[in-house]
């Protein structure tokens, strides 16, 4: 598959991987300035991903009220106020060995993942230690709905106009993601475009075409003789998240010998944006030694 070439500004503005050469993955071009109709026609219509104008979100609401920036940390004591008896989606892993933190092939071993829902309380106590220790048992907010929290953090995520403008206006899903890094998705694909915006800390996303991203997710699959369908490319699905699987997806988006495969990569710090259309596969890893949060839109 031939990619367009990143502009000229892009590779000057967008932060590449150590080497995109090698990995196969070049650097995402990035946005100038918003206009809801531009977009429209460059990126939601042709489903062609791009990265908004670097700091685009730095005034959000919930970057402003749950983070304190020098150094990035979480607010804990104003979601505690407002929200510690929420019940919360986490993950729950455990290593015997800690990663680097950095984008590339897996240095740990996973030796157990687990799913389950607890007061947000909870994690918040598990954060504010993970500040001053390097714990071995992660927690990481995950995939938590905006529905989930009471309604004075609700209010915290105004739907961005590209979100309410662009596309129809409906809102599919809401979801939150905080963790103190390492933190990591597996390579996945939405049924809806998806906008992400990083409100704390770093992100590397890895993007892969439909077509291509499809064939890497299959040829995992067949090697561990399982079914490619639709349905077994479920969004976090715990056999994703653990064991050969896990294993064998990261290795083939994130290790230096991907096998030929081809896509972008963008870099994200506090307050940038990145829009990932309907249908393209990928792959996300928390870096950085400070908290690492998200919030993402489906919308169509």
Request: glycine share 8%; net charge neutral.
């Amino acid at each position: 598959m031939r990619l367009p070439r990143a502009s000229p500004r892009a590779q000057f503005s967008c932060l590449a991987s150590n080497n995109p050469r090698l990995s196969g993955f070049r650097p995402l071009d990035c946005l100038d300035h918003v206009d809801v109709d531009k977009f429209r026609e460059r990126c939601m219509l042709p489903e062609f991903p791009i990265v908004l104008p670097r700091g685009h979100f730095d005034a959000f609401p919930a970057r402003q009220r749950w983070f304190r920036s020098s150094p990035s940390q979480l607010n804990t004591e104003y979601l505690q106020q407002h929200g510690a008896d929420a019940f919360v989606p986490l993950e729950l892993t455990q290593s015997l060995s800690e990663p680097s933190g950095q984008p590339g092939p897996p240095r740990s071993e996973e030796v157990g993942f687990r799913k389950f829902h607890a007061p947000l309380g909870l994690f918040l106590e598990w954060m504010r230690a993970a500040e001053t220790q390097s714990p071995t048992t992660r927690l990481y907010l995950a995939q938590c709905q905006l529905l989930d929290l009471p309604q004075t953090l609700r209010d915290d995520f105004p739907a961005p106009p590209l979100v309410s403008q662009a596309g129809r206006g409906d809102i599919y899903d809401t979801n939150l993601w905080i963790g103190h890094p390492p933190t990591y998705t597996p390579l996945h694909r939405d049924p809806n475009p998806n906008l992400f915006v990083q409100l704390a800390g770093q992100k590397v996303v890895r993007l892969i075409a439909p077509d291509q991203g499809q064939a890497v997710f299959a040829s995992v699959r067949r090697e561990l003789g399982r079914s490619s369908d639709h349905g077994a490319a479920a969004f976090r699905g715990e056999e994703m998240m653990q064991g050969q699987e896990r294993a064998l997806l990261e290795a083939a988006v994130w290790g230096t010998s991907s096998g030929g495969c081809e896509g972008y990569e963008a870099h994200l710090e506090a307050g940038d944006g990145l829009f990932i259309p309907k249908g393209w596969w990928h792959s996300i890893k928390g870096v950085g030694q400070r908290v690492t949060a998200s919030v993402n839109w489906w919308f169509r």
